[in-house]
């Protein structure tokens, strides 16, 4: 009986893998299909300086604009997209979106100081992929210093040496680096201090508590600190209230994104959006 039912648990335990063996298949094929198809779209949410009110940027956010689905979040596909790869030639994609973009902006004359564009550790390790963004940067005609990686702290973890090396070539090719979700990984502060930074992101879970956890507001404080003494600017995103931004602004952090100053929105939306203020 014992063994009976330990056969039937291991048929159960195949069935199930194969399931999921099929579905990560099946989303992998559709994911190849939506490259092809260029089914992926961008979505760009502001960055604003909080001394001037400026804006300083846009971050290009990646959807999947899924003819089933619809309009899908990166959450729903970047992790089996590392996980098979597909990030690498995604990731060009994106990049060549961000770059189009761009160079659409600037020639219409619109202020738009740095797009940032999140780097997944996979487009990282590929030797070629300097050679291959100054390529694409210089097809549309940009300059580097308008292009912000950003990257984790858990892609440091994963090849200390390698990736240490490709950010610092990165940052003499010209591009400028940011930090993303900081506070969340593992990296040593020894390690931060050598990496090559223009920004540091502060994550979005310790701005969510501001005005209710004093420890996350510890935590804040000290990050905008350690910017100040490593000479490099911090951003606070997911800021959604006046509050936050307040507690933001006096205690001397750089620059803020969130719903708060607006969520992504694709460019038709963004063009919308525009009109309104205009008039
Ligand atoms: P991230 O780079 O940390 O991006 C910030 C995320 O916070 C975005 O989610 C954004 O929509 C969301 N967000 C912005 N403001 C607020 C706010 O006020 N409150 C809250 N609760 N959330 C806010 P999204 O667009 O779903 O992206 C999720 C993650 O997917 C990104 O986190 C990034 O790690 C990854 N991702 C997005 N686009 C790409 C891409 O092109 N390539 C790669 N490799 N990863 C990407
Ligand atoms: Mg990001
Ligand atoms: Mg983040
Ligand atoms: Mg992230």
């Known amino acids: ?11 159960l335990y195949t069935a199930e893998l194969t399931t999921d063996a099929l579905q990560h298949f099946l989303i992998e094929q559709h994911l190849r299909q939506a490259l092809q198809k260029k089914q992926l779209i961008l979505h760009y949410q502001p ?35 590392e996980e098979t790869q597909l990030i690498v030639p995604l990731g060009w994609q994106v990049i060549d ?24 550790p996979p487009q990282l390790l590929q030797a070629d992929f300097i050679q291959r963004l100054n390529q694409t ?10 292009l912000e990686l950003e990257v984790t702290e858990s892609m440091i973890m994963q090849d200390p040496d390698f990736i240490i090396q490709q950010l610092q070539r990165l940052r003499l090719s010209g591009y400028h680096l940011a930090l ?4 969340t990984g593992y990296s040593s502060l020894d390690r931060i201090k050598h990496l090559p930074l223009h920004r540091l ?51 001397g952090c750089a620059s803020v994104q969130g719903y708060l100053f607006g969520r992504p929105l694709s460019v038709e939306q963004l063009m919308v959006k525009e009109e309104q203020v205009a008039g």
């Not at 009110?53 to 089996?80: M, N, S, T």
């Not at 979106?97 to 997944?120: D, E, F, T, Y």
């Not at 404080?221 to 602004?249: M, N, P």
């Open 1 to 11: 009986r014992a063994k009976g039912r330990g056969k039937n648990r291991y048929e």
């Open 47 to 81: 960055q604003y300086r909080l001394d001037d009110k400026q804006l300083c940027g846009y971050e290009a956010l990646v959807r999947w604009q899924h003819p089933v689905h619809g309009l899908l979040g990166p959450d729903k596909f970047i992790p089996l997209a």
């Open 97 to 120: 979106m961000a770059c189009q973009q761009l160079a659409i902006w600037l020639r219409q004359g619109k202020h738009v100081p740095i797009v940032a564009i999140n780097i997944s």
């Open 137 to 146: 940067v210089a097809m549309h005609g940009l300059e580097r210093h308008r």
């Open 180 to 183: 993303d979700d900081f506070g």
């Open 201 to 251: 992101k502060i994550d979005k879970s310790f701005i969510r508590d501001i005005g209710r956890n004093p420890k996350d507001e510890a935590v804040v404080i000290t990050i905008i600190a350690l910017g100040r003494s490593l000479g490099v600017e911090v951003l606070a995103e997911g800021v959604e209230t006046a509050a936050q931004s307040e507690f933001l602004r006096q205690h």
